[in-house]
């Protein structure tokens, strides 16, 4: 593995070299849990291909110095080598991950998908490289640089969870739980109503002065059996309908719900999603805050691979200072959304 100096500066001239190649350096302003962040693109096709997700964060380019400068180049588009990178294990699997940490660098390495990560968190910049901006993952598109913002985030005071958030400018919840629980389904059922829309996967949380939740990203993917049958409304709006046999169905809010995306809102409930489809009525009851804490935690850190013991005690902190509940979802999809409404409005001010 290179020195954490050598390995830094020959990912600079990777970059760079990648922009000269194509003639381009694409700077793209955004407003991620309130600070600048620039990510400044080598080439249209990647670009194109990773910005739709963050579109409702996009800020004013004038002004503030970023407080994260992320540089994103693949070879595919541009012509250039792989930049350098760890070296795999002598047997070891492509489509593992390989995680490094060289302060100030830390980083990750997926072979298999040909993607490397890497953040300087004290020059404040970070590199993100792919083998080619044409085939990436459809879930890399809807959630891109995970593990960059995780980490940066992390240094910040916020943690990235897996969960789903939507709410009021007052406040709104946390939707808990492993795949398949029904986060997704409630934070897509809520498009169209007067809820806003945090987020349906990756959410940010902060503790400090005051539980809140800042949005990560527009996108929203679902199974496409639970897009048709639950919420067909939204087939016309995905952005990848002839995939469907083997991809999730994936949605960007900002271009179709513009006015239900948010920054962010007060955190006032972590809700725990249970289908109870024998019933047409959802409806929100006690849960205990082990529960809860068992429905986020192991999610969270089998989602984003790099957490660490700390992310435990910030899910911990939070689960205790946050009332939770369970959401039992009645067969009645539509009705989600005043059901959640309802339990804001009246919850105690906070």
Same mark, same amino acid.
């Given at each position: 593995?290179?020195?954490?100096?050598?390995?830094?500066?020959?990912?600079?001239?990777?970059?760079?070299?990648?922009?000269?190649?194509?003639?381009?350096?694409?700077?793209?302003?955004?407003?991620?849990?309130?600070?600048?962040?620039?990510?400044?693109?080598?080439?249209?096709?990647?670009?194109?291909?990773?910005?739709?997700?963050?579109?409702? $964060?996009?800020?004013?380019?004038?002004?503030?110095?970023?407080?994260?400068?992320?540089?994103?180049?693949?070879?595919?588009?541009?012509?250039?080598?792989?930049?350098?990178?760890?070296? &795999?294990?002598?047997?070891?699997?492509?489509?593992?991950?390989?995680?490094?940490?060289?302060?100030?660098?830390?980083?990750?390495?997926?072979?298999?998908?040909?993607?490397?990560?890497?953040?300087?968190?004290?020059?404040?910049?970070?590199?993100?490289?792919?083998?080619?901006?044409?085939?990436?993952?459809?879930?890399?598109?809807?959630?891109?640089?995970?593990?960059?913002?995780?980490?940066?985030?992390?240094?910040?005071?916020?943690?990235?969870?897996?969960?789903?958030? &939507?709410?009021?400018?007052?406040?709104?919840?946390?939707?808990?739980?492993? =795949?398949?629980?029904?986060?997704?389904?409630?934070?897509?059922?809520?498009? %169209?109503?007067?809820? $806003?829309?945090? %987020?349906?996967?990756?959410?940010? #949380?902060?503790?400090?002065?005051?539980?809140?939740?800042?949005?990560?990203?527009?996108?929203?993917?679902?199974?496409?059996?639970?897009?048709?049958?639950?919420?067909?409304?939204? $087939? @016309?709006?995905?952005?990848?309908?002839?995939?469907?046999?083997?991809?999730?169905?994936?949605?960007? &809010?900002?271009?179709?719900?513009?006015?239900?995306?948010?920054?962010?809102?007060?955190?006032?409930? #972590?809700?725990?999603?249970? #289908?109870?489809?024998?019933?047409?009525?959802?409806?929100?009851?006690?849960?205990?805050?082990?529960?809860?804490?068992?429905?986020?935690?192991?999610?969270?850190?089998?989602?984003?691979?790099?957490?660490?013991?700390?992310?435990?005690?910030?899910?911990?902190?939070?689960?205790?200072? &946050?009332?939770?509940? =369970?959401?039992?979802?009645?067969?009645? #999809?539509?009705?989600? @959304?005043?059901?959640?409404?309802?339990?804001?409005?009246?919850?105690?001010?906070?």
């Amino acid at each position: 593995m290179p020195a954490s100096s050598s390995l830094a500066s020959g990912l600079a001239a990777s970059f760079a070299a990648a922009c000269d190649a194509s003639g381009a350096l694409l700077a793209e302003p955004y407003r991620i849990a309130g600070e600048p962040v620039s990510l400044r693109f080598a080439t249209a096709a990647l670009r194109d291909r990773l910005t739709a997700a963050f579109s409702h $964060l996009r800020a004013d380019p004038a002004g503030e110095e970023p407080a994260l400068t992320i540089n994103l180049w693949d070879s595919a588009s541009t012509g250039c080598a792989p930049p350098p990178h760890p070296a &795999v294990p002598e047997g070891g699997a492509q489509g593992a991950l390989y995680h490094f940490s060289e302060p100030p660098l830390r980083g990750v390495y997926q072979p298999g998908f040909e993607s490397l990560s890497v953040l300087d968190g004290e020059a404040r910049t970070a590199w993100h490289w792919v083998g080619s901006a044409f085939e990436l993952a459809y879930w890399d598109q809807a959630c891109p640089i995970r593990q960059l913002l995780f980490w940066w985030l992390g240094s910040r005071g916020l943690l990235q969870v897996h969960g789903a958030s &939507v709410g009021t400018a007052s406040g709104g919840v946390l939707v808990v739980g492993k =795949g398949g629980s029904g986060k997704s389904t409630v934070a897509l059922s809520s498009l %169209g109503s007067g809820l $806003l829309y945090a %987020g349906d996967d990756y959410v940010a #949380v902060g503790l400090e002065p005051a539980p809140r939740i800042e949005s990560l990203y527009s996108s929203g993917k679902l199974e496409p059996d639970h897009v048709q049958t639950l919420l067909p409304h939204l $087939l @016309p709006l995905l952005d990848n309908a002839d995939r469907l046999a083997s991809e999730k169905a994936v949605l960007y &809010v900002q271009e179709h719900f513009p006015e239900q995306t948010t920054a962010g809102f007060p955190l006032r409930a #972590v809700l725990v999603p249970r #289908v109870a489809a024998s019933r047409p009525e959802s409806r929100i009851v006690e849960a205990s805050r082990a529960a809860a804490f068992a429905a986020l935690a192991p999610s969270t850190i089998l989602q984003l691979h790099t957490a660490d013991a700390g992310a435990f005690q910030t899910m911990s902190r939070l689960i205790e200072r &946050v009332p939770c509940y =369970g959401l039992e979802l009645g067969s009645e #999809v539509g009705a989600i @959304p005043d059901t959640i409404a309802e339990f804001l409005a009246g919850l105690p001010p906070a």
